[in-house]
C-alpha cells in the first residue's frame, strides 16, 4: 500500500470519527428512527455528536501538546496515550447519557452503538497499560459490529438508502457489509504499515472494538 495511501485512510478513520460515522450511516438508513426527517435536524444531530466526540477531545489533545504531556499528536507512546484517553471518555460518557436519558427520540439501536464506543474506548484505556492497541482498529471493528447487527436485526436483506431530493438507493445489504468489511482491511494493514503493528496486535484490538458493540446490545436489548 503507498504510504499517502495509508496516511489518508488514518486521517479520515480516526477513531473519534468513528461514532459520527456510525450515526450518518444510520440516518442514511432511516432517519425517522431519530424523529429527525429533514436535512437541517439530521445536520444539527451530526455536528452535535461531531463537536463531542471528535472536536472537543482533539482540542484537548492539542492543549495536552502545547503544555508538553505528550510530545506528538500521533500518540505513539503509550504513556502518553493515558490522558487524551481519559478525556475523550468524559465526552463519550457524556454523549452517552445524553442520547440514551435525554434525547427520547434517539432509538435504542444507535444510544446501543455509542455505548459500545464508549466501552471500546475504556478497554482500550486499560488494556493499552500492557499491551500494544491500535485505537483505529479498535474504532474499525465497532464500525463492523454496528453494520453487522444492523443488517442483521433492521433490514431483510435490502438497504435503502433516503438521499432527500435524490430519492432511495436500494443496496444489497451483504454488499455494505462486504465494503465495510474491506475498508476495515484497508485499515488495519495502514496501520500496521506506519506503526508497525503485528497481525495478532490487529485482530485483538478489531475484536475488542466489535464484542463492545455486542455487551453494549446485550446491556440495552
Same mark, same amino acid.
Given at each position: 500500500?503507498?504510504?499517502?495511501? @495509508?496516511?489518508i485512510? /488514518?486521517?479520515?478513520?480516526?477513531?473519534l470519527l !468513528?461514532? /459520527?460515522?456510525? %450515526?450518518? &450511516? *444510520? =440516518? =442514511? *438508513?432511516?432517519p425517522?428512527?431519530f424523529?429527525?426527517?429533514?436535512?437541517?435536524?439530521?445536520?444539527? &444531530?451530526i455536528?452535535?455528536?461531531?463537536?463531542? /466526540?471528535f472536536?472537543?477531545p482533539?482540542?484537548m489533545?492539542l492543549?495536552?501538546?502545547q #503544555?508538553d504531556? $505528550?510530545?506528538s499528536?500521533?500518540l505513539?507512546?503509550?504513556?502518553?496515550?493515558?490522558?487524551?484517553?481519559?478525556f475523550?471518555?468524559f465526552f463519550?460518557i457524556?454523549?452517552?447519557?445524553?442520547f440514551?436519558?435525554h434525547h427520547?427520540? !434517539?432509538p435504542n439501536?444507535?444510544s446501543?452503538?455509542? %455505548?459500545?464506543?464508549?466501552?471500546?474506548l475504556f478497554?482500550?484505556?486499560? &488494556?493499552? #497499560?500492557?499491551?500494544?492497541?491500535?485505537?483505529h482498529a479498535?474504532?474499525?471493528g465497532?464500525?463492523l @459490529?454496528?453494520?453487522?447487527?444492523?443488517?442483521?436485526q433492521?433490514s431483510?436483506?435490502?438497504?435503502? !438508502?433516503?438521499?432527500?431530493?435524490?430519492?432511495?438507493?436500494?443496496?444489497?445489504a451483504?454488499?455494505?457489509? $462486504?465494503? !465495510?468489511?474491506?475498508l476495515?482491511?484497508?485499515?488495519?494493514? @495502514?496501520?500496521?504499515? %506506519?506503526?508497525?503493528?503485528?497481525?495478532?496486535?490487529?485482530?485483538?484490538?478489531?475484536?475488542?472494538?466489535?464484542f463492545?458493540?455486542?455487551? @453494549? =446490545?446485550r446491556?440495552l436489548?
Amino acid at each position: 500500500m503507498p504510504k499517502i495511501l @495509508a496516511q489518508i485512510l /488514518t486521517v479520515f478513520f480516526h477513531p473519534l470519527l !468513528i461514532a /459520527t460515522y456510525m %450515526l450518518v &450511516l *444510520l =440516518l =442514511l *438508513l432511516n432517519p425517522y428512527l431519530f424523529g429527525v426527517g429533514n436535512i437541517a435536524g439530521q445536520f444539527s &444531530l451530526i455536528m452535535i455528536l461531531f463537536f463531542s /466526540t471528535f472536536f472537543m477531545p482533539m482540542v484537548m489533545i492539542l492543549m495536552l501538546k502545547q #503544555l508538553d504531556f $505528550i510530545s506528538s499528536l500521533k500518540l505513539e507512546n503509550r504513556e502518553e496515550r493515558i490522558a487524551p484517553f481519559i478525556f475523550a471518555g468524559f465526552f463519550y460518557i457524556s454523549m452517552t447519557v445524553f442520547f440514551m436519558y435525554h434525547h427520547p427520540d !434517539i432509538p435504542n439501536a444507535f444510544s446501543a452503538f455509542l %455505548l459500545g464506543a464508549t466501552i471500546a474506548l475504556f478497554a482500550s484505556f486499560l &488494556l493499552n #497499560l500492557f499491551i500494544p492497541i491500535s485505537t483505529h482498529a479498535v474504532g474499525m471493528g465497532a464500525l463492523l @459490529a454496528m453494520v453487522f447487527v444492523t443488517i442483521w436485526q433492521f433490514s431483510h436483506g435490502l438497504v435503502f !438508502i433516503n438521499l432527500g431530493s435524490w430519492g432511495v438507493i436500494q443496496i444489497n445489504a451483504i454488499i455494505i457489509f $462486504i465494503l !465495510i468489511s474491506l475498508l476495515t482491511g484497508l485499515v488495519g494493514s @495502514a496501520r500496521m504499515q %506506519l506503526r508497525h503493528y503485528t497481525l495478532q496486535e490487529m485482530y485483538g484490538s478489531y475484536l475488542i472494538g466489535f464484542f463492545a458493540q455486542i455487551v @453494549a =446490545l446485550r446491556i440495552l436489548f
